[in-house]
C-alpha cells in the first residue's frame, strides 16, 4: 500500500479512456529511479507485448517486494501492479491449460490484495502473464514474446 502511495504521488497521473483502468503514468527512467531508490527493487524480467509495450517485473534482491511496469515506444512507462514474495527465474515445467502441453513456470508471486501472479513461457520464449483470484480462476493480464528472466535467488 505504502509503495502505489509513494509512486502515485512520484509519478504524473494519466488515465485512459481506452480501457476500463487507469493507471499511475510517467517518464520510465524517473520510475526506474524511484523502484530501485526508495525499493531497493531490480529488473528481473522482460517480455515484449505487441512489439510496441514492454512488459517489466522489477522486485528486491530476494523478490520481498515487486512491482509491473508497462513502457511504450514513448518511453513513459505505466505502474501495473505491485505485490510481494516474488520468485523468478527457471521454476520448473508446469502443465498449461492454454495449450494442454506443458510449459515453463518463470515467474510467481502475490499481489497485495492476495491474488497469486503467475508468469509461464515455452521454449521459444513466448509468455503469457496470469492473475489467479481466491475461486481459483486465472485471468490473463498479458501476453507476448521473448521472455527474459534473471533469478530472485542471488544464491543460484
Same mark, same amino acid.
Given at each position: 500500500?505504502?509503495?502505489?502511495? %509513494?509512486?502515485?504521488?512520484?509519478?504524473?497521473?494519466?488515465?485512459?479512456? =481506452?480501457?476500463?483502468?487507469?493507471?499511475?503514468?510517467?517518464?520510465?527512467?524517473?520510475?526506474? @529511479?524511484v523502484l530501485a531508490d526508495k525499493h531497493g527493487e531490480s529488473k528481473v524480467a522482460t517480455g515484449?507485448?505487441?512489439?510496441?509495450? %514492454?512488459?517489466? $517485473?522489477?522486485? =528486491?534482491?530476494?523478490?520481498?517486494?515487486?512491482? $509491473?511496469? %508497462?513502457?511504450?515506444?514513448?518511453? @513513459?512507462?505505466? %505502474?501495473?501492479?505491485?505485490? !510481494?514474495?516474488?520468485?523468478?527465474?527457471?521454476?520448473?515445467?508446469?502443465?498449461?491449460f492454454f495449450t494442454g502441453d506443458y510449459t515453463n513456470l518463470v515467474?510467481?508471486?502475490?499481489?497485495? #490484495?492476495? @491474488?497469486?501472479?503467475?508468469?509461464?513461457?515455452? #521454449?521459444?520464449?513466448?509468455?503469457?502473464?496470469?492473475?489467479?483470484?481466491?475461486?481459483?480462476?486465472?485471468?490473463?493480464?498479458? !501476453?507476448?514474446?521473448?521472455? !527474459?528472466?534473471?533469478? =530472485? #535467488?542471488?544464491?543460484?
Amino acid at each position: 500500500m505504502w509503495k502505489s502511495l %509513494l509512486l502515485s504521488i512520484a509519478l504524473t497521473v494519466s488515465f485512459s479512456t =481506452t480501457t476500463a483502468l487507469a493507471y499511475m503514468c510517467g517518464d520510465r527512467n524517473f520510475a526506474v @529511479r524511484v523502484l530501485a531508490d526508495k525499493h531497493g527493487e531490480s529488473k528481473v524480467a522482460t517480455g515484449m507485448v505487441d512489439e510496441k509495450y %514492454l512488459t517489466e $517485473i522489477y522486485t =528486491t534482491i530476494y523478490g520481498s517486494t515487486w512491482t $509491473i511496469l %508497462l513502457t511504450g515506444t514513448d518511453d @513513459r512507462s505505466c %505502474l501495473v501492479a505491485t505485490g !510481494q514474495n516474488l520468485k523468478a527465474g527457471d521454476l520448473g515445467k508446469i502443465h498449461s491449460f492454454f495449450t494442454g502441453d506443458y510449459t515453463n513456470l518463470v515467474a510467481f508471486g502475490y499481489f497485495n #490484495d492476495g @491474488r497469486l501472479l503467475v508468469v509461464i513461457a515455452n #521454449d521459444n520464449r513466448e509468455w503469457r502473464m496470469l492473475s489467479f483470484g481466491l475461486s481459483g480462476i486465472g485471468m490473463p493480464m498479458f !501476453q507476448g514474446k521473448n521472455w !527474459q528472466t534473471t533469478t =530472485t #535467488d542471488p544464491e543460484a
